[in-house]
């Protein structure tokens, strides 16, 4: 695996940044990651990768940020057949809401409901824990790769 595109959908900035340092992570590992916003992406290309990364917040009540919703809207009006995707999903949001980390789940669903394959566990970061949510990413998306490596 030498290229895996992130998409990350924020509203104020935090997923691109975890994004953005995932990527630099992965770099350094030897795989090319462009990062992407879901913004900016036709769900028209998923069909064309074999792995990408999500990385997104949860904003409203439980609702995705605003730069994720054309994305999930065309997943969801074009339905691309997605059975040769897999992905691995990351989500940021606050416990302190009922409504925790919901957003990742939603597209988590999205994807899965195409056909896509999930790849290990949601990776979620708590605004409310205190921890570095790049530093927690980079942990959990080293554990992603060794799952699509080679046996
Ligand atoms: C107005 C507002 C609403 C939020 N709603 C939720 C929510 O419903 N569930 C959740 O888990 N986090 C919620 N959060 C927390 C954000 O997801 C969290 O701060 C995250 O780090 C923001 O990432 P972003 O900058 O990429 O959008 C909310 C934050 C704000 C400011």
Known sequence: MDRITILFGTESGNAEMVA????????QGGIDAPVVSM???SVDDLRSQ???ILVVSTYGEG???ETAVPFFQALRED???LAG???AAFGLGDSTYDTYNLGVAT?????TDLGATQIGETGHHDADSGLDASELAVTWVNDVLALTAPA
């Open 20 to 27: 953005d340092d995932l990527s630099a992570a992965m770099g």
């Open 39 to 41: 913004e900016d992406y």
């Open 50 to 52: 074999d792995v990408i």
């Open 63 to 65: 609702d995705l940020p």
């Open 79 to 81: 339905k691309p057949d």
């Open 85 to 87: 995707l897999r992905f």
């Open 107 to 111: 597209l988590v669903s999205a994807l």
